[in-house]
């Protein structure tokens, strides 16, 4: 409740070419509140079109996994 401090919880779920799933959870302290289910898929900013996740970002989703 307002105004308690909030952490999220995140795990990548799946790391394909083009998308990653994730889980992420709504806590306060050890109790979870909330959680929701998400897809993105990596495209490119000019054709709109899926396009494969750079080295580095699938790095930096590594510790999530």
């Not at 959870?25 to 396009?51: D, L």
């Amino acid at each position: 409740h307002y105004p308690n401090a909030l952490s999220l919880g995140v795990r990548i779920l799946k790391l394909g070419n083009t998308s990653s799933e994730a889980v992420i959870g709504v806590f306060t302290g050890e109790v979870c509140h909330a959680t929701t289910h998400s897809v993105g898929v990596y495209v490119n900013a000019t054709t709109h079109a899926a396009e494969p996740i750079p080295d580095g970002i699938r790095q930096k989703f590594q510790p999530y996994m």
